[in-house]
């Protein structure tokens, strides 16, 4: 078949910014940080006290109890962004065909806590006990699995895993089912549950996170000179995609349409980057090829930017080899320094953030900029959200062992 052009029509989303896609979009533009004291584990021992948390999560606002202890957070969370995505969409689901709908939601790290609460429970008191929920809960396709037994979706389901990149990696790969006909809608992105007490330990055993315990909601200053590493973040982004036919013909907003994708490796390190850039320059260069643009059209970037030191100078480096002088008229952003990290949902959080500057014209600011970096000397929007035209985006999600994505965002102009 023709390949279909495929557009943007539902949004949703939980962050430590807000439980709602206007609440995460309002507190972007307003520059507010996320990053909070943890408060629901001692965290005396730990190096790192804060994270950015989901501030007054019961998930029995939003499950019955009996259910809500049969699911991992991570798997509440798609469920929770889902809804409000295919809400907003306004799908007709009694009208469509649910054959023909697919589900792509991924996580980076799955059932963590689920594994480690059942590992304590192992120790104390053996086999009997472990929950017979235990393996469903774990798995990282478990969540969509739940989206597609709650809407009885039953096209394509799976969930690509590639760490910090994995939002990203399913909402390309959702495109492309839309785009080649597989399916003819697609609930898609990412989602994480990992401020716990081993998902605190482990990074803070690979001296990833920052440790500015005495100032957590500045603690995320990417491209920053005294950045220290980034702060851990939780939440779910979900998009519905479907064909920009389908949409006109049952008069959906249209966020934006997906322009195309790169997905490259590094090859290089489990953990670092590489230097040199060459995998995320060859996403980067794919995406704009698959879109059919050239350099100087992209307006806006939203950046991997972690705030560590190597990673934000790395992918510096690799946006001036990819788009030259041109890198300087860019208006790019982390909003990372607002969200935390949120690992596995962090591509599509942040496709979430830059599908809405391309539909609002506005760009969220890098927030938490004091002192400048000569390594970083491109223009990130500190400090302040930016009013401009943004035909062109993109957005970039890197993930441990090397694994990089760039999605471009186009406004759709009927």
């Given at each position: 078949?023709?390949?279909r ?15 709602t ?66 809400n ?6 009694d ?94 992105g ?61 008069g ?26 060459n ?115 993109i ?20």
């Open positions: 078949m023709t390949p052009r495929v557009v943007v029509t539902g949004l949703g989303s939980i962050t430590p910014l807000g439980k896609v206007s609440e995460f979009w309002d507190n972007l533009i307003k520059g507010t940080s996320g990053a909070r004291p943890i408060t629901h584990f001692d965290v005396t021992d730990f190096p790192t006290k804060f994270a950015g948390q989901i501030d007054n999560y019961n998930p029995t606002d939003y499950f019955p109890a009996k259910e809500a202890r049969r699911l991992d957070k991570f798997t509440q969370y798609a469920l929770i962004a889902a809804e409000e995505a295919i907003d969409s306004k799908l007709e689901l009208q469509i065909d649910k054959n023909r709908v697919a589900v792509l939601v991924g996580t980076g790290i799955g059932g963590f806590e689920v594994f480690y609460r059942q590992c304590l429970e192992f120790a104390e008191r053996g086999p009997r006990g472990v929950s017979p929920f235990f393996i469903p809960m774990l798995i990282p396709d478990i969540a969509a699995g739940h989206v597609s037994i709650k809407y009885g979706f039953r096209g394509p389901n799976f969930c690509a895993v590639s760490a910090c990149a994995t939002g990203s990696h399913n909402i390309g790969l959702a495109y492309d089912a839309v785009k080649y006909g597989t399916a003819d809608y697609a609930v898609c990412g989602t994480e549950a990992p401020v716990f007490e081993m998902g605190v330990a482990g990074f803070n055993a690979l001296k990833a996170m920052s440790t500015r315990n005495d100032e957590p909601e500045t603690a995320s200053r990417p491209f920053d000179a005294t950045r220290d590493g980034f702060v851990l973040g939780e939440g779910a982004g979900i998009l519905v995609l479907e064909s920009l036919e389908s949409a006109l013909a049952r959906a907003t249209i966020y934006a349409e997906i322009g195309g994708y790169g997905f490259s490796a590094d090859a290089y390190h489990i953990t670092a980057p590489d230097p040199n850039g995998g995320v320059i060859l996403a980067m260069h794919s995406a704009l090829e698959a879109a059919g643009l050239q350099p100087e059209q992209i307006d806006h970037i939203n950046m991997h930017g972690t705030a560590t030191p190597l990673g934000d100078v790395a992918e510096t480096n690799s946006i001036k080899k990819v788009f030259g002088d041109h890198a300087y008229n860019i208006n790019l952003n982390s909003t990372k320094s607002m969200t935390g990290h949120m690992l596995g949902a962090a591509g599509a959080a942040e496709s979430l953030a830059t599908i809405m500057a391309v539909k609002h014209d506005k760009v969220p600011p890098t927030i938490n900029f004091t002192t400048p970096d000569p390594q970083c000397d491109l223009n990130y929007t500190f400090n302040t959200a930016v009013e401009r035209k943004v035909d062109f985006a957005n970039n999600a890197f993930g441990f062992g090397g694994h990089n994505t760039s999605i471009v965002f186009k406004k759709y102009v009927g």
